[in-house]
């Protein structure tokens, strides 16, 4: 997998297709192949005529795994995704999240908004307002001795996904503890571009789609109908939703 350096960390990506670009940012303890290839993404969005940019945010993945939480927060991820732009001389892509990702994504368009041609924000709803909910118990499951040892159900949830995944669960607590970027409505309202914002309707990490969609101009929801927070990544509703909004944004 190629990959380049900022701020002297190596970042990990994929680069694949052509057409017009979209930039993907996976979730919390996944990477490109867990959350975006495996699920069909890169397939679905090369078949449409696309040039799929995928990047491993620092400490996931094959990109450098870093274990001082300093090192970590959406707001340094999302200077690592405007760089990877910069390095294939991207001069404006879509750029869609899951969770985490999405997260990065919101900053970017609030921040660096002529970058982006589209925003799509998957697995965040108004959850985007506030904090990872239970970061301190799954920054400590992640490295407790056993998952046996995890009590908290989302922390339980988070350790066992790291062990499938095969994640280094140290670099993943660390960014667990670094304060989450935050975002609040004022924010929200420099949002400029296009904004589509996908949940499944049984996803009880996200928080309400539809109070992020009022909070955003130009937002429109997709509901992902029967499916929580980590089956919606590939449901074809969702990647049906996403490639009727590419074909009609400006």
Not at 52 to 70: C, M, Q, T
Not at 87 to 108: K, P
Request: aromatic content about 6%; some cysteine; hydrophobic content about 45%.
């Amino acid at each position: 997998m190629p990959s380049f350096h900022h701020d002297g960390i190596e970042i990990a990506f994929r680069d694949e297709g052509a057409g017009d670009p979209i930039l993907l940012i996976h979730g919390f303890a996944s990477s490109i192949d867990v959350n975006w290839v495996g699920p069909g993404w890169f397939d679905a969005l090369k078949k449409d005529g696309r040039r799929v940019i995928a990047i491993d945010n620092r400490g996931h993945g094959a990109s450098e795994k870093l274990y001082d939480p300093a090192f970590y927060g959406a707001d340094l991820m999302a200077g690592d995704a405007l760089a990877l732009l910069d390095h294939l001389e991207i001069g404006r892509a879509d750029v869609m999240g899951y969770s985490m990702g999405a997260r990065i994504t919101a900053l970017m368009a609030i921040n660096n908004g002529e970058r982006l041609r589209s925003a799509i924000l998957g697995g965040m709803g108004e959850g985007l307002l506030r904090g990872a909910p239970n970061a301190d118990a799954i920054a400590e499951g992640l490295i407790a001795p056993s998952v046996d040892d995890v009590v908290n159900p989302m922390a339980k949830m988070f350790r066992r996904f790291a062990e499938a995944t095969g994640s280094d669960r140290k670099a993943l607590s660390a960014c667990m503890r670094m304060q989450r970027s935050l975002v609040d409505e004022k924010m929200l309202q420099k949002i400029a571009v296009p904004t589509l914002v996908a949940v499944g309707t049984e996803d009880e990490v996200s928080g309400d789609l539809d109070a992020l969609v009022a909070l955003i101009p130009n937002a429109e929801a997709l509901p992902i109908p029967r499916r929580d927070h980590n089956r919606a990544v590939g449901d074809k509703v969702y990647k049906d939703g996403v490639l009727s909004f590419l074909a009609a944004r400006p």
